[in-house]
């Protein structure tokens, strides 16, 4: 299982949930939320109560320790999409193929156009 740092559970879990296309599990609370795809894969996401610092991507200050990265099919529409849901496109883009949005607690994700074999 997977579970992510941050301050307030539900609401990453909604963002993740709404960008990913899963269910948030209805047994979810304030201090703890888990989304899924119905077929076995699951991310939590568990409440930080003091202190609390996100990512400092690409910086190390604060390692990102993990990162998501969700394939697309179209770039321009996926970014529009997840700065819908509250996401920032980051200043530092390191590649074409992909592009660095960091979500509501400020955990780095990316959309990725994969590329033809």
Do not use: N
Not at 44 to 59: I, K, L, N, T
Not at 72 to 80: G, I
Not at 87 to 101: E, L, M, Y
Request: hydrophobic content about 35%; charged content about 25%; overall charge negative.
């Amino acid at each position: 299982m997977t579970v992510i740092d941050c301050p307030d559970p539900q609401a990453l879990a909604q963002f993740y949930a709404s960008l990913l296309d899963w269910k948030v599990d209805p047994e979810s609370d304030e201090g703890w939320a888990t989304i899924g795809d119905g077929g076995g894969r699951e991310l939590s996401f568990q409440r930080v109560e003091s202190d609390y610092r996100a990512p400092d991507w690409p910086g190390q200050e604060v390692p990102q320790q993990l990162h998501i990265d969700v394939d697309v099919d179209d770039l321009d529409e996926a970014e529009a999409a997840v700065l819908e849901l509250g996401a920032t496109k980051h200043d530092h883009q390191p590649g074409q193929s992909f592009r660095v949005f960091l979500d509501p607690a400020g955990h780095p994700f990316c959309l990725v156009k994969p590329s033809a074999l």
